[in-house]
């Protein structure tokens, strides 16, 4: 049996800022290479969400994606792709080529996560590390070509346990996951998203952000809310600290364990893969510094004085409630961008001054993001969102601009009246 097992590193939270690709080569059975390429990402700068060890300097002197592609793709054309939940880094290869306007190829892709998950019964998840200790095989957990062979290796396992000598056979004899649960929320979700349609419960201390903000970002996929620990939820969501503490035991802890024990659809995940989960949502239309500043000359270089008058506009939640009262003054319906979802269109998105330098330097405020991943999801639902993102700066030199215009105006109106007197 051949294929070839593959891993990917993303710099931030856009799915096709790949930093690295893992690879494991599978042949008669047995792993014959595997490789590692270090890539530099676009859009090139490091997120808080990543877990693995890649820093700028170690990928500033790399190739683009483009160039690594002309290398691994005659390598895996042709051949059946394994991943450890293959639907994540399916969309990182898809976002990754879309950067470049390369044809994605279509692969037939396998995943040891879903087929652990059917073989293996009784583990209290199924993350590549815990199914890995299961089977004995050594694996560093942050890095990629060590990911992509223990992935190789996990399914070798899968199919001796099976008994079978192909993953087609495997797929066949291993009847697919299937959603069990109805979407609460509206449809305009990416439908292959791990935490789509799942109920997700969180115990413990979150030291990435708080449980009300956390379960925000499960609805923000289509995911819902368990308001308990029963028999429906699908994720048990532990804390990072208390996850690696060997001597954590509380009441719902210990259900979900023997609720799995008993067969049940659950799996007990740590904050840190519940963060990887969520960066599964594909992002392939970016808030950029250029974007930015493009839209801030064309307000710059408008006339009208009614340019707000009558549109939506966002403000990022760093403004305080005197500027949306400045929009409002202009006849704008103005929001925090924390409402974004709400509205079937919008108009402007301002940002401070503060996060412009700041996505310069290449880091996003949580309101960027925010705002990025809606008109993704607009994208991705049919209903494109048309937006302009502009700075602090331009829109109090509109204000400016306006104000003269308006004096020059009224000034002109009473000189033409005292002629007419």
């Known amino acids: 049996m051949d294929f070839v097992a593959i891993d990917f590193e993303t710099a931030n939270e856009n799915n096709g800022s790949v930093c690295a690709v893992g690879l494991a080569y599978v042949e008669n059975g047995k792993i014959t290479s595997s ?12 997120g808080w969400m990543q877990k693995h060890s890649i820093t700028s300097d170690m990928v500033k002197d790399a190739p683009g994606f483009d160039t690594i592609w002309k290398i691994i793709a005659p390598k895996i054309s042709g051949k059946q792709l394994v991943a450890h939940y293959y639907l994540i880094d399916k969309k990182m290869l898809r976002e990754a080529l879309k950067i470049y306007d390369i044809p994605v190829p279509d692969f037939e892709w396998f995943c040891s996560y879903q087929f652990s998950k059917k073989t293996v019964k009784g583990l209290l998840n199924y993350t590549l590390s815990t199914v890995c200790d299961y089977f004995g095989i050594p694996l560093e957990h942050h890095g990629a070509e060590s990911k992509a062979r223990g992935a190789a290796l996990v399914m070798l396992e899968l199919l001796k346990i099976n008994k079978v000598t192909s993953l087609s056979e495997l797929s066949k004899h291993l009847t697919p996951l299937k959603i069990s649960q109805k979407s609460l929320y509206p449809t305009d979700f990416y439908k292959e998203h791990p935490l789509y349609e799942k109920y997700v419960f969180f115990i413990g201390t979150l030291s990435s952000f708080s449980q009300i903000d956390a379960i925000k970002k499960v609805v923000d996929v289509g995911g819902i809310k368990a308001k308990s620990l029963n028999k429906l939820t699908n994720y048990l969501v532990v804390g990072n600290e208390d996850f690696n503490n060997a001597e954590y035991q509380t009441i719902d802890y210990l259900k979900a364990k023997k609720r799995i024990k008993e067969g049940y659809d659950l799996e007990i995940i740590s904050e840190d893969d519940f963060l990887e989960y969520l960066m599964c949502y594909p992002v392939s239309i970016f808030i950029t510094p250029e974007m930015i500043a493009q839209n801030s000359k064309e307000l710059e270089m408008k006339n009208e004085i009614n340019e707000f008058c009558g549109k939506t506009v966002y403000f990022s939640k760093e403004f305080e409630l005197k500027e949306l009262q400045l929009a409002g003054n202009l006849g704008a319906a103005s929001h925090n961008c924390w409402e974004l979802n709400e509205e079937p269109q919008s108009d402007y998105f301002i940002i401070t001054n503060k996060e412009f330098d700041n996505l310069i330097a290449g880091e996003k405020s949580e309101s960027v993001l925010r705002v990025e991943k809606a008109i993704n999801q607009r994208e991705l639902g049919g209903s494109p969102l048309k937006i302009n993102c502009i700075t602090e700066d331009a829109f109090h030199q509109y204000l400016d601009k306006r104000d003269k215009r308006v004096k020059e105006i009224n000034s ?10």
């Open 412 to 421: 002109n109106r009473v000189k033409l009246n005292f002629e007419i007197f």
């Open 35 to 46: 490789e590692l390429y270090l890539v530099k990402p676009v859009p090139n700068y490091f």
